[in-house]
Nanobody, 130 residues
């Protein structure tokens, strides 16, 4: 059974840091063609935060959303995906999800599109207090 399980959420003061983890089971995290963190803030649509694209021609490219660039860092160790979040701001408050797609994208597809993902974690709440 393939699972992605997030942990590490919580509440922090603005300017603080949190580190989220996403533990993969049932499928090697190295084999996902799209492996990403998304988030959904209250009353807003879900958005991608950082994407690892291992499809052909992407060469494992990592892309950060402009809103988190320079503050968030994605990393991986064994079968766990991490998201280090520094200089957190109230607008970073959201439920954070890790998501994975094991198969190659079809032509025209993008790892930024939520509907391309087959596996999702249940989410981790991050609350940043002002």
């Amino acid at each position: 059974q393939v699972e992605l399980v997030e942990s590490g959420g919580g509440s922090v003061q603005a300017g603080g840091s949190l580190k989220l983890s996403c533990e993969a089971s049932g499928y090697s995290i190295d084999s996902y063609r799209c492996l990403s963190w998304f988030r959904q803030a209250p009353g807003k649509e879900q958005e991608w935060v950082v994407i690892i694209d291992r499809n052909i021609d992407s060469n494992g490219r990592t892309t950060y959303a402009e809103s988190v660039k320079g503050r968030f860092t994605i990393s991986q160790a064994k079968n766990i995906l991490y998201l280090q979040m520094n200089s957190l701001q109230p607008e970073d408050t959201a439920v954070y999800y890790c998501a994975g797609r094991p198969t190659p994208l079809n032509i025209g597809g993008s790892c930024a599109e939520q509907n391309r993902y087959d596996f999702w974690g249940r989410g981790a709440q991050v609350t940043v207090l002002s």
